[in-house]
């Protein structure tokens, strides 16, 4: 069984940067499809980003295309997630999870981190 840890989180003005990382041990994280999934304060948790482990295919939900980026290392078992030009609306608890696929349903993910807060001020 996979486990994960995010780390990266952090307070970052508005235009900054983050580069988010979710570290695997159990398992090699290629075997999996990795989302990145947010949560701010009274709202659902939605989809961020998805690698699959397949073909390293990615996906991005709309509010981040073009200012995310997913990418995976296998040497160091992490799947990273870059994060430019933040806004005050990207504020929220980040998690990655591990799953057969990617999917923009949370519940195909089976395996979850703790979760890291990023925090953007204006």
């Known amino acids: 069984q996979v486990q994960l840890v995010e780390s990266g989180g952090g307070l970052v003005q508005a235009g900054g940067s983050l580069r988010l990382s979710c570290a695997a041990s159990?398992?090699?994280?290629?075997?999996?499809?990795i989302g990145w999934f947010r949560q701010a304060p009274g709202k659902e948790r939605e989809g961020v980003s998805c690698?699959?482990?397949?073909?390293?295919?990615?996906n991005y939900a709309d509010s981040v295309k073009g200012r995310f980026t997913i990418s995976r290392d296998n040497a160091k078992n992490t799947v990273y997630l870059q994060m430019n030009s933040l806004k005050p609306e990207d504020t929220a608890v980040y998690y990655c999870?591990?799953?057969?696929?990617?999917?923009?349903?949370?519940?195909?993910?089976?395996?979850w981190g703790q979760g890291t807060q990023v925090t953007v001020s204006s």
């Open positions: 159990g398992r090699t994280l290629d075997a999996y499809a």
């Open positions: 999870a591990a799953g057969p696929f990617c999917s923009e349903y949370e519940g195909d993910f089976g395996i």
């Open positions: 690698i699959n482990g397949s073909d390293g295919s990615t």
